[in-house]
């Protein structure tokens, strides 16, 4: 059968382009791979390779025509034992061309499916507070990866100074002491590679809790962590989850400058294909940190090294969790919302009281989950106040107070009483001087004050 | 110090080129079945990517292709080297990794074509192509990010006490990537059933291997961690499969990483617009026509006695697999519009 040579696209983006010269004269024998042709479009000159092996029977399109669209046939090869004839008597186009080549996509618009909403497990929090116990954020954490590790096998703990020297921040204490060392693994000073290694790990069905000695490391794991972590379960259709733990501290630390003191929460939530938490009280440190094990997607879990020596009473019970996806109300008030994720918690509930004291009663909501971030407690909570102050610690520019301010704006734009309020860290790297740094970081007065100004007081 | 460590290394590469002449003797040793069945499994990657090239250009697959011909070879060769257990992982040059894996022509072509047919419901495309059930873990469009990703695998054969070791694949390019030697240096110091192939087919795009390293010999980049490099003829499929064989002996008997550096070459453009004038046709032809992977063993069975009537049979065998793979891909519907939405996160 004879088969029709076509006019190929040589890149994605053409369309048409010029015949300029012809590599084979009708009757020369052509093998795959020699090239027959030589086009040129406005990027290249490209050659033409065959595919099939014969005899080029028929030139259809001389050699220097221009605009010769994509899928023109150009010539015609003939099969052994074929001749020319067989071309007039009309022989169907052959298995080279595809009869009808359906057109890809770019025609009218798609329907458009509803984007669904992450599933958030529903978890009754306040039955396990009957048995708590007094702990700080650094315990709790360990303890969590302790009572995970104990509950499933495949769970492991890697990162720089997690085993022998027990953590450089002692959030691993005693793991080592526990599980040894095929289970809690001290790591080169490798960031890219580990954080690399510990998605391969989770691609084959281990759960890894990956440490950064703080997130300000990460940076050179970024690749990995988005790359790689957050979306090949995309990219293979379903079949590569990837369960993995990315945790350390993050945000600012004390007079460590700019370099190691910053807050990437935005940086995270940006990513579809991740999840982000970033707990404030040892409890929601514990349960959030166990759900993210647990989760068996890539969770980034956002600590914070000035919170670590902090104490809150946590649950005992080993089957505690806290829901991702869940913010919780940590203060009720009904003249303004705040909301605060990690340390800016504290801060809020600091400025609450003071609040209070002049007579506004502040609603203080600890975000706790980043991504998939809780709209319905904003939402609900400024539908009551009708004023919104958002903190964080991270800078403004397309912080997550742009992202709350915006959704406020598209779910409650009409209970607004007054334009949402963003604090954030100042748009600086972070100083080295103490005066200078605390200036940078939203303060107590400056949370105090934004929240007078929306209720429009003092 | 430094005279005596180099001293080792002159007496480690002695070691591996007396390691060549062995594996050259057995290689002849290779049985007719076997031949053939090598034969049918390049063939196939070649007609399949001979094919996707003739798809790209009706505009039938879109963005970056990079196309396997000419390295057949290596991943036919490794393949027949390693256990079933054993993991996969390699760059976006990838449908040959997955045909020889096992992985079915038609679901990589139509994702080629992006429908839903395709491995990864056409949400991945050339580049980004997956099959647990076959134990290939990618398709990953970053180059070199595999490497810590194959790694990491193996890690994961060990902690599970599997016998078994990751396949990790990367290009000449890629072995300038500096988490390669954070892997490497792991996989060193944890003693990880990793084989590192380094498919050496002396371009990265337009980039010759002496312009992009200092230090030319990739066998050799593993050599601060203690890591054994070998050479390979990566365009004699039974060469590949004597190394592969050694490798694999040595990552599963405890010993760590292996580096196997694949002599090889790529006849066509790094992807599919790439009009590769870094390079002469000369040099294109003679590869093509002295060292061919499929013309090497075809003349092998020739030799053995194997009829040409009975390979041509074997070609149409091929073909009609392919077609059957290309009418699949054109065939299958575009993914539906609510699989914008899937496989963004697993339900916890
Ligand atoms: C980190 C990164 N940088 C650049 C690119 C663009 N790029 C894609 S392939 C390639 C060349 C790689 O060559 P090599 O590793 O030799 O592999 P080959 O293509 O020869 O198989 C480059 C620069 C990329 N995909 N990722
Ligand atoms: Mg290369």
């Known amino acids: ?458 | 110090m430094a005279r005596s460590a180099s001293s080792a290394t002159t007496k480690r590469l002695a070691a591996r080129k007396a390691g060549r002449t062995t594996r050259a003797k057995k290689a002849s040793g290779a049985t007719k079945d076997e031949l053939l069945q090598f034969y049918r499994d390049m063939l196939l990657i070649r007609r399949f990517e001979e094919k996707a090239g003739q798809m790209y250009g009706m505009g039938l697959i879109g963005g970056f292709c990079h196309l396997y011909i000419g390295q057949e070879a290596v991943v036919v060769g490794m393949q027949a080297a390693i256990n079933e257990a054993s993991t996969v992982v390699t760059s976006y040059r990838d449908h040959g990794h997955m045909l020889a894996c096992g992985m079915e022509a038609r679901g990589v072509m139509a994702e080629l074509t992006g429908r839903i047919g395709g491995y990864s419901k056409g949400k991945g495309g050339s580049m980004h192509m997956f099959s647990r059930e076959k134990n290939f873990f990618g398709g990953h469009g970053i180059v070199a990010a595999q490497v810590p990703i194959g790694t990491g695998l193996a890690f994961s054969h060990k902690y599970k006490k599997e016998k078994a070791v990751c396949l990790t694949y990367l290009g000449d390019g890629a072995a300038n990537q500096g988490q390669v030697y954070e892997s490497f240096n792991m996989a060193a110091l944890w003693s990880l059933p990793c084989i590192y192939v380094i498919e050496n087919n002396k371009y990265a795009m337009g980039t010759s291997v002496n312009r992009g390293a200092a230090g030319t010999s990739l066998a050799q980049r593993g050599e601060a961690y203690g890591i054994p490099g070998m050479e390979v003829d990566g365009m004699d499929v039974l060469a590949v499969k004597a190394a592969g064989e050694k490798a694999f002996a040595h990552a599963t008997s405890g010993k760590g990483p292996y580096i196997l550096e694949m002599k090889t070459y790529r006849y066509r453009g790094h992807s599919m617009s790439d009009p590769a004038k870094y390079r002469t046709k000369d040099e294109v032809n003679r590869m093509r026509q002295e060292h061919d992977p499929i013309d090497n063993v075809r003349a092998r069975l020739a030799e053995a006695g194997v009829s040409d009537d009975d390979l041509k049979a074997m070609d149409r065998d091929v073909r009609a697999v392919v077609t059957e793979a290309a009418d699949f891909a054109q065939s299958s519907p575009e993914p539906d519009p609510v699989e914008l939405y899937t496989d963004i996160l697993v339900d916890a």
Not at chain 1, 236 to 260: E, K, L, T, Y
Not at chain 1, 404 to 429: N, Q
Request: with cysteine; aromatic share 6%; net charge negative.
């Open chain 1, 1 to 458: 059968m004879s088969i029709q040579i076509l006019m190929p696209a040589l890149s994605p983006t053409m369309t048409e382009g010029k015949l300029a010269k012809w590599m084979k004269a009708e009757g020369d024998v052509v093998a795959p791979g020699d090239v027959i042709a030589e086009i040129e479009t406005d990027k290249a000159t490209m050659e033409v390779e065959a595919v099939d092996e014969g005899t080029l029977g028929r030139i259809l399109i001389a050699e220097g025509t221009e605009n010769v669209a994509v899928n023109t046939p150009i010539a015609i090869l003939l099969e052994d034992g074929e001749d020319a004839g067989a071309i007039d008597a009309g022989a169907a186009p052959a298995a080279a061309t595809p009869s009808e080549a359906p057109a890809p996509a770019a025609e009218a618009a798609p329907d458009r499916p509803a984007a669904p909403a992450v599933a958030v497990m529903d978890v009754d929090e306040e039955k396990f507070f009957a048995d708590t116990q007094t702990q700080t954020v650094r315990d709790a954490l360990r303890d969590a990866m302790a009572e995970e590790m104990r509950r499933d096998e495949m769970v492991y703990v890697m990162g720089e100074e997690v085993a022998e020297y027990q953590g450089a921040y002692k959030v691993t204490q005693g793991l080592l002491q526990e599980f040894g060392d095929s289970r809690v693994i001290d790591t080169p000073i490798t960031e890219h590679g580990f954080a690399g290694l510990g998605v391969g790990a989770a691609f084959g069905a281990l759960k890894p809790v990956v440490e950064f000695m703080t997130f300000n490391f990460a940076m050179q794991a970024m690749d990995h962590i988005i790359n790689s972590a957050a979306k090949t379960l995309y990219m293979s259709g379903g079949q590569m989850g990837c369960p993995i733990v990315f945790r350390g501290p993050n945000g600012a630390a004390s007079r460590v400058a700019a370099q190691h003191s910053q807050d990437y929460t935005s940086w995270y939530a940006h990513c579809p294909g991740l999840k982000v938490v970033a707990p404030w009280s040892a409890a929601d440190a514990k349960g959030l940190l166990k759900a993210a094990i647990r989760d068996p997607n890539p969770v980034i879990v956002l600590e914070n090294e000035v919170l670590y020596g902090q104490s809150f009473e946590v649950p005992t019970d080993p089957d505690f969790t806290v829901p991702i996806g869940k913010a919780k109300i940590v203060r009720a008030g009904a003249d303004v919302t705040i909301t605060a994720f990690s340390i800016m918690v504290g801060k809020a509930l600091e400025a609450a009281e003071a609040l209070a004291a002049e007579g506004i009663e502040a609603e203080v909501i600890d975000l706790r989950t980043i991504r998939p971030l809780d709209v319905a407690t904003i939402v609900e909570s400024v539908k009551k106040t009708n004023r919104i102050v958002s903190v964080e610690e991270g800078w403004p520019t397309c912080g997550m107070g742009s992202e709350i301010a915006a959704l406020v704006m598209e779910h409650a734009f009409d209970d607004l009483d007054a334009p949402v309020k963003r604090i954030a860290g100042e748009d600086v790297p972070m100083p080295y001087a103490a005066n200078l740094e605390k200036l940078a970081l939203p303060q107590v007065d400056t949370i105090v004050a934004a929240a007078k100004s929306v209720c429009y007081r003092g």
